[in-house]
Every structure is written in structure tokens, then in C-alpha cells.
């Protein structure tokens, strides 16, 4: 197949890409990131008769069946990659897969030609796919970025090819109260990332919405291009899920999606959604009931050649009403962040106004709330009096999602003890969990001993990683509120697990049986009807008595369980890859940081890596690799296309992306940075933001006024909202001020405003408006008409002691510039007018208002003279 300059089909690039600067979800310290509603490099979308975009590609269909047996379930995830283009692809898509899924398996269909995929340390699968993505070979490759976000690349897809990859999991499922739970998360949220942009190549593997930064190495990774507004991602995704209880199912439903229920007998059931072509934009949830509403002791063995495997399913006992009145110390914490806009914020305040009204007199409490800054209602934990209380309650109708996720601030915050404290802390977290810190933010809560986390996920589709393991290392319990559930149902569970755990302090006693490398090493404290599980190995054939022990309402808990090793059970054979999953945890659990940054203790990284090779087992140092070795294809390098995802149901779009049209200043060349919004004509919180980024002694020249309390009024989204804390102008860090006592209420919105107010952030929550000068506006525009490398070269014909940065070689040749030109309309007078300056047309869409070809550089500038004129962006030749 010969090599194309331009695709045959008209390829119209997503509008979500970033650069530097990107997206109003991430910032690092001082950095305020837009979305900009321009075409910029990334995805592929066709077009339809009238111009429009149509569905985005190549992922065509996700379909995902689940067997359950008991605890047990086992998945298998199938991918469905076409390639409608005219020539071949490279096919890059971010996934989500349940955070404690053991994954163990990946084959590649091609044709009528299966290849199962090798398991190998990391570098060596990438360095496999590359040399056959190079080589002309069909390959696929699965990377694991978290426990629960992956991402799957395939290599040389041929025009009007299908390509399909099978990924299979093992998990156990959850169960409190009678009721067992499945989940299949469906979309990766939009992730704030912390720290100050790295400034990745435009050639960097990762083509997410964020940069890397220095807090969040692997940034790019794990933040895919949302799909623009009003479009479909062109993918969809269909579930099966085979259920065998063992025992009579009382009840099944799905809250989260429609579906079809059929049951063959009353133990047995097959459960499909609905509408087979379902948005793939919010986790599906299974809840089942079991007759009598409780299990029975269970377990089960498994031998093999790496020896013996078992996990121990050990029921929890029945709850003794023996209500703990001791004063508690209580401190609430609410994510008022971008993504929390909406229905989302909406939603955990109603449960957090329910929890506050379960405090008891004696108890005393905070609330936190953060977003780009926390604030802090009191300064140290009050008295739950009726008047405190309602201080809080009118505090929380005060509140509105906008601005960043700076989780950490508000971890340290709500969990170093006060001076007065004596007990345990128990700090109730509310928040969507999207931020790319994850794992460093866990590492924090396990520095907390005195603290115990009851975490609350809101929303559709949330980060369960995070919030899972906050509970865990932070001793606590997690709740997950959905959008459509009953908050007061959360709160009164919640009421109920501080006041009334069900058994805490336990241990197992195995009494001489021969066991060993037996997970969790700390088995946690039980606050509701859940089974304690453990899974270990053991060696013999030995039986005995073990003894549970522990402390319910205060007092002593003993039961002896007998138990039997002399049988392997052969139909658990996925017992070892349960057990080598939860040694992986333990083990990464042992340097969260290292494991955030890329520095993890090389001991820990190497345990690691030989469990995944031993057991055929993804984690995040090992990969699976598939290489179709019969069939080579022609035509050079693919072309990459990063498959979008949806927004997740329930998140603001606009509060987590914004509508703006980006503009960049000065060049970033410092870590002291100050921010500037320009806002559009009719409101303060207008869809219409640019942000201008200034740096070092221009920064320095904007003149703090007095506070505002931090209130944004700048819009809303997940990176620093103008009014929001950024960096001081003279050299030093200060990303966020701790604010104390209630900050003012959001004013109403006025109907109409200045044009080019200038709302200016010195990082230290000051609002002030000042009008652009001259210079200011004609910089301003001409940031909004070209893509931040395009007019980089304007720059440097301009100031000849600039030097080409590495940007230019993507899409200048022989001193001509491959560009797209965006127009607001296309004439006959508009195409000759640029044809005049030198335009070489390439591509000439007659349904959209797009040209794609070549200008000599030196003529780029004279582009902004042209009204018709609307954004000039790169066409990056990646081939």
C-alpha cells in the first residue's frame, strides 16, 4: 500500500488535544489550562455530507461477558478495531478495567488467525511492539498505567481491516448484607493532575489532555481525549453476565442501565443490557440478593506445579445492637472541584447534610471543603451544637463545584490531629476520586494512623482505586453513591458504622497449620456484614481448627472454624493468580510514591515483575504483546489514532473542560507562573475564556488587591479558576492559601460585562479586572487565531534570536508549514485570497470549512490579516 500524505476520506482532528497548555481540568502550580474549541493534533473523525463530524474511530463495538460462580467472576473483554480509512493505523485506546481484576490473559484476532499474547516486563513488550509496529507487522500491545486504567495499542491495521483483542480478568466480587455486587466500569474519568508541567515533546507516547508533570510522571497516559460535545465517541459497548449463585436469588437489578433478565431456575441467571448499543460513559452495576441473606464458611484449594493456593471465605457474625455514644471527633470533607459540578456536588451534599444531622451533642466536628484551595469552616473541631451545625449547613448551600482537585492539601488538612484530639479522627471524605495523583494521595492516608477514612465515591462512573484504598489503608469503610441512589440510606450507613462496628481487631489464629504469604497482612475491621476473606498458600495435606478472634461492642469474639487441606479443588485453579494479584498489591502498597513517580525501591519493582512473569499476571511493570509473525504490510509507519472517550454521565462538561479558546502569552520558561482569564462579552463566568499564561518579571508586574476569600468567579473546572490560588509573581510557590472560616457566596451572574476584562490570579485568591492595553488585545487575537506552535514561528521570523523549538520539524519542510486553516466561511474570494499569499492546497474538503496544505513560513503572519481566517493549526505528519 503506498504511502498518503493526507487520508483520502476527509480527517477532521478532535478539538480536545492540548499542547503545553491544554485543557481547563489540569494545571500544575499557577497554570490555568482551557479547553480550546479549535481543531488541533489527535483523534480522527470523519465527516458527514454537511460538514459535520461524525462518529469518532477506529474502536468500533466493546461487548463484555462475565461468568459468576459464588465469589468468583471471570470476564473477558473483547475490542473490535476497524480501520475505515484509506490507509493503515495505529489504533491507541485508554480503558478502564475494575481496579482489583487479576488480568491474565490477551489474544489478537486477525482474520481467521488467533495470536495469544506473551507476558513480558514492560519495556521489553513495548520494545517487541515498536520493532513490529516497524516492521509492517500487525501487533497489539496492553499496558496497565493504574490498576484500573489500561491502555490497548494496535499496530498496522489495513484499510477496511477488522481487528478484534480479547482481554480476560479474574475478581472477586463484593458482599455486605445479603447482597452481592458486580462492576464493570465503563469510561476513565478526567483526571486533575497536580505539579508543574514537564513540557513533553509533541512526540511523547502519551497523547492525553494533560502533560506530564513532576508530581504525575505518566500524566499523558492516563487522561484520553474527551469526545467533542454533541458527538459520540462511534464505539459501543454490550454485557452478558452468567450468574450461578449456588443458592436461590431473591432479587437482581441494575440501577445504572436497563436490562434483560432470564431466569432458568431460581439459583441461575442471564442478565444483558437492554440496548445493545449503549453510551460506554458510566459503570454498570449488578446488585443480587441470596436466600436468607447470608454465606456460609467456604474454602477453596487449588494445587499446581507452584504449589498450593487457597482463599478462605469466612462468614461475619451476626450484629449485637450495643450503640458506642463515646464523643467522636469528626471531620466531614467535600470535593467542590470542577468535575464535581452539577449533579455530582448536588448529590453528597444532600448526603452530607444527612451524616451532620447524626452527630450526637458530645461529638465535635469540621467541615473541609476543596477544590484549587481548601477551606476550613472552624478552626479546630467544634461542639456538634444546634448553632454550629447550622453554620455548617449553611455553608454547604454555599458551596459549588469549580476550580482544581488539590486532594493532598486537603488529605493533610482533615487528617493531622488536633491539638485537643485524644482519640481517633474519623474523617468522611466526599469526592469523584478524579485526580492522576492517586497513588501518592494513598501513600498520604497511610501516614495517618491516628485517622480512620470512610470514603464516599459520587457520581457514575468514580475512581474506585483511590477511594477502595483510602478506606483500607486509612481503617475506615467506602460507600458508593450514585447519582440516582438515596443519600440518606449512605448516611445512615455510615451513622451506623461509626457508632456500631461490627467486629474490629482481628486476627486469625491457624493453630500449627502450615500456611504462609497469607494476604491481607492486616485484616481490616469489619463495619458492616461482610465476609472476611484471605487468600494464602499452604503445603501438606494437613487439617485442624482455626480460631477468628476479635472485638464486637467492646468485648472479646472468638469462633472456631475447622478446615480441611487434603482436597484440591480442580475446578479453582485461578486460586493462584487471586493470590500472586493480592501479593502484587501488598508489595506496591510498600512505596505508593516510588510507584507515582517511577522510582519505585528496585527490590519491590523486581518481586513485582517475577510474580507477573510467573504468573502470567499484568501489573504496572509487566505487558502482554501480540505479534501476527505470517503478515507484513506495506506503506511505512501507521498513522496513530487515540480513540476518545465519553464524559462520564452526571460530570459538567464545561466545568471540568471549559469552552475557551486558548491564547499563550509568553513563552513558559519558569516555574513562577501567574495566570489571566480573558473573558468574553456577557458574563463574568462567559463560555468564552482565553487564558493568557505570563511568566517571571511580567508576572511579577500584576499588583495583588485585597483578598477575596477565593471565591471563583471565573468560570468553574478542574484546573485553577481565576479567583482561585496560582503562584505569586516574585519567584515563589504558593499554588494554594488554606482558608479559613466561610468564604462568600458566588454572587448571581450579571447579564452582561465589559468586552476584554481581564480578571487577573496573582496566587493568592485576589480578584481584579483591568482593560487589555493596544499591545495586549492585538496579542491576545492573535493567540486565539494560531495554535500555540504555529505562532511560535512567527515569533522567531520576528525576533531572530529565537531558536526553532522541536515542535517545527513535525510540520515544517523545506521551509513550507503544513497547516490547517480553519475559516469561518469558504468562497472563491477566500480560497484566492490565500492562494495569493503562497497557499499550496493539499486537501480541499468541499463540505467543510477547512483547508488542509502548505504556506511558506514567512507568510504565516499575514494569516491574521485575513478575517475569514478563523484558527491555523499544524497537520503533523507523524508517518
Known sequence: ??????????????????????????????????????????????????????????????????????????????????????????????????????????????????????????????????????????????????????????????????????????????????????????VVGPRYVPGSPTFAPVSAKGNGFAPNTDSVPDASRITPQPVPEGMRVGHDISLDVTLDAGVPIDALSSKTHEVNVERPDDHRAHVSLKDEATIPNKDFILRYDVAGKKIEDALLTHSSDKGGFFTLILQPPLRVTAEDVTPKELVFVLDTSGSMSGFPIEKAKETMKLALDNLYPSDTFNLITFSGDEHILFPEPVPATKENLGKAQAFLETRQGGGGTEMMKAIKASMDPSDKQDHVRIVCFMTDGYVGNDMEI???????????????????????????????????????????????????????????????????????????????????????????????????????????????????????????????????????????????????????????????????????????????????????????EMIVTDGGQPRRIDVPVEVPEGVNREAVFGQGRQIENLPINSRNLSSFSLMAPGSVAAAQTVTVTRSGSDAAKAKPAARNGGASVGGSGAGTGPGQAGNTGGGTQSSANTIHGAPPAPKSTPSSGPTGLLTVSDGLSVDRARTLSPEEQKRADLQSKFHPSVLAVIDRLKDQTLKPNSDEAKFIHNGKAEIQIWLTEKSDETLAKLKQLGFEVVLDPKTARLVIGRLPIEKLAALAELKSVRYVAPQLDRN
Open 1 to 186: 500500500m503506498r504511502r498518503m500524505f493526507f487520508l483520502r476520506f476527509l480527517l477532521v482532528v478532535a478539538v480536545a488535544t492540548v499542547s503545553i497548555v491544554g485543557l481547563n481540568a489540569l494545571r500544575g502550580p499557577g497554570l490555568i489550562v482551557e479547553a480550546q474549541n479549535v481543531a488541533t493534533q489527535g483523534s480522527l473523525q470523519v465527516v458527514d455530507a454537511a460538514g459535520k463530524p461524525k462518529a469518532v474511530c477506529p474502536l468500533k463495538h466493546t461487548s463484555a461477558r462475565a461468568e459468576i460462580s459464588g465469589f468468583l467472576s471471570r470476564v473477558v473483554v473483547t475490542q473490535e478495531f476497524e480501520n475505515p480509512f484509506a490507509e493503515k493505523i495505529e489504533a491507541v485506546y485508554a480503558f478502564p478495567l475494575p481496579q482489583n481484576a487479576a488480568v491474565d490473559d490477551m489474544t489478537m484476532i486477525v482474520g481467521d488467525r488467533t495470536v495469544r499474547g506473551k507476558i513480558l516486563r514492560r519495556e521489553e513488550a513495548e520494545a517487541v511492539y515498536e520493532a513490529a509496529k516497524t516492521n509492517g507487522q500487525t501487533a497489539s500491545l496492553l499496558n496497565q498505567e493504574r490498576p484500573n486504567i489500561f491502555t490497548q495499542s494496535v499496530a498496522n491495521i489495513l484499510p477496511g481491516e477488522q481487528i478484534k483483542i480479547t482481554i480476560s480478568y479474574v475478581e472477586t466480587l463484593k458482599y455486605e448484607d445479603g447482597s452481592y455486587e458486580f462492576v464493570f466500569p465503563m
Open 442 to 628: 494513598i501513600g498520604e492516608v497511610q501516614k495517618h494512623p491516628n485517622a480512620r477514612v470512610f470514603a464516599f465515591g459520587i457520581g457514575s462512573s468514580v475512581n474506585r482505586f483511590l477511594l477502595d484504598n483510602m478506606a483500607k489503608y486509612g481503617r475506615g469503610e467506602v460507600e458508593y453513591v450514585a447519582l440516582n441512589d438515596d443519600g440518606s440510606a449512605a448516611a445512615k450507613r455510615f451513622h451506623e458504622r461509626v457508632r456500631n462496628p461490627l467486629l474490629t481487631d482481628i486476627s486469625i489464629d491457624w493453630n500449627g497449620l502450615a500456611v504462609a504469604d497469607v494476604y491481607p497482612r492486616t485484616i481490616p475491621d469489619l463495619f458492616g456484614a461482610k465476609p472476611v476473606v484471605l487468600t494464602g498458600r499452604y503445603t501438606g495435606n494437613g487439617k485442624g481448627t482455626i480460631r477468628l478472634k476479635g472485638k464486637m461492642a467492646g468485648a472479646d469474639f472468638l469462633r472456631e472454624i475447622p478446615v480441611d487441606f487434603s482436597s484440591s479443588q480442580s475446578q479453582h485453579g485461578v486460586l493462584s493468580t487471586l493470590w500472586a494479584r493480592t501479593r502484587v498489591d501488598d508489595l506496591m502498597s510498600q512505596d505508593f510514591k516510588g510507584a507515582q513517580q517511577g522510582a519505585m525501591k528496585d527490590e519491590v519493582k523486581q518481586a513485582v515483575i517475577q510474580l507477573g512473569l510467573d504468573y502470567r499476571l499484568m501489573t504496572q511493570f509487566t505487558s502482554f504483546v501480540a505479534v501476527e
